[in-house]
């Protein structure tokens, strides 16, 4: 029988999507706010993989990635979506846009094994954690790189994404070690 062990902790991670530079700051305040400083912050990137999002958010998309100094237990991530999916509508309710979502936030986090996105929507290759929240594996580190699975959505396997998400998972393998020192 396996020994059941305390999971190492993870980075948390929000992919910030919108077309207003506004939105992006508003949500940098509000999550640093409810779950910390900022630890890393990516470059804004043009989100240009698809046309999903047109319909309800626009078009001109960006996207930025913010990952937060606190550890985290890999559990805490279902509150978390629940939290970004408030803020998504706390500010579509404020925001004075055309769209009917103009601010997309996908909560996840960064383990030294996978970047795991928590969502809503079941799907054959989601697990089930509580509250109404899946978590997808939208990558693993395999080889010393990024792999994706079928379904891990174009713009996660971008390059310079990828290169994020590098010194993201070095982050926090620098801060496991400390914690066993």
Known sequence: MGEILKQKPVLLIAAVTSRYPAALDWTIEKTTAA???????????????????????????????????????????????????RWEVEYSEHAQSEEIRPLNIDPGYISEAKLVLATTKDRDHRIYLSEGIFAEVTLHFRAKQWTSSRWTYPDYQREDFQEFFTKCRNLLRERIKKLTR
Do not use: C, H
């Open 35 to 85: 779950w910390g400083e900022v630890a890393l912050r990516s470059s804004v990137f043009d989100f240009t993989e698809t046309d999903f999002y047109t319909e309800s958010m626009g078009t001109d998309l960006k996207k930025q990635f913010i990952v937060f100094d606190r550890l985290l237990d890999p559990s805490e991530l279902p509150p978390k979506k629940i939290q970004s999916n």
